[in-house]
T-cell receptor, first 114, second 113 residues
Framework: GESVGLHLPTLSVQEGDNSIINCAYSNSASDYFIWYKQESGKGPQFIIDIRSNMDKRQGQRVTVLLNKTVKHLSLQIAATQPGDSAVYFC?????????????FGQGTILTVHP | SAVISQKPSRDICQRGTSLTIQCQVDSQVTMMFWYRQQPGQSLTLIATANQGSEATYESGFVIDKFPISRPNLTFSTLTVSNMSPEDSSIYLCSFFASTDTQYFGPGTRLTVL
């Protein structure tokens, strides 16, 4: 069936490096994508989102890139810090309206070494 | 942004019993959602809860096992009924803000013995 998946289940980086977390999606009808960060014992925390009419969106230290041609989504974290260590999930929403069900990818564990 | 809280934060329950999880949002929201996150897994939508109507369940989830209440626009409950060890998971409630962003509660970590 259609799904959102991640290329790498784990990622280890050194503090100060840039991190890139990837995500593939299969439904070309998806129109909205979100990255979440989940720390141990907590619920997912919204990081950044992007709509399908955009290729790139930047936030504070984070950038999301969307390549609709190959159905690929990535999250770039600049100057990664130990506090960035968490599980990162991508999610897609389908529907074109304000309500749409989110489908989550499997998650990538990011570990930042000081 | 709205604050969303859940009770209890965690619980250990015996097989065959039921647990009701509460979710409170500090502002009125139209739709609330309940997700399950099994150990080491991603999130799976259980059901959508609208105020004043029955919840809509996703494939693989049924009302008898996961009854949901939505008495007003700021509150919802999820009951995990007749629990088995396979129900051990984190249960999360969620809502959409006006900006389309979906926010999650801190989760309820359930262990069934």
């Amino acid at each position: 069936g259609e799904s959102v998946g991640l290329h790498l289940p784990t990622l280890s980086v050194q503090e100060g490096d840039n991190s890139i977390i990837n995500c593939a999606y299969s439904n070309s009808a998806s129109d909205y994508f979100i990255w979440y960060k989940q720390e141990s014992g907590k619920g997912p925390q919204f990081i950044i989102d992007i709509r399908s009419n955009m290729d790139k969106r930047q936030g504070q230290r984070v950038t999301v890139l969307l390549n609709k041609t190959v159905k690929h989504l990535s999250l770039q974290i600049a100057a990664t810090q130990p506090g960035d260590s968490a599980v990162y999930f991508c999610a897609e929403k389908r529907g074109g309206t304000s309500y749409g069900k989110l489908t989550f990818g499997q998650g990538t564990i990011l570990t930042v070494h000081p | 942004s709205a604050v969303i809280s859940q009770k209890p934060s965690r619980d250990i329950c015996q097989r065959g019993t039921s647990l009701t999880i509460q979710c409170q949002v500090d502002s009125q929201v139209t739709m609330m959602f309940w997700y399950r996150q099994q150990p080491g897994q991603s999130l799976t939508l259980i059901a959508t809860a609208n105020q004043g109507s029955e919840a809509t369940y996703e494939s693989g989830f049924v009302i008898d096992k996961f009854p949901i209440s939505r008495p007003n626009l700021t509150f919802s409950t999820l009951t995990v009924s007749n629990m088995s060890p396979e129900d051990s998971s984190i249960y999360l409630c969620s809502f959409f803000a006006s900006t389309d962003t979906q926010y999650f509660g801190p989760g309820t970590r359930l262990t069934v013995l």
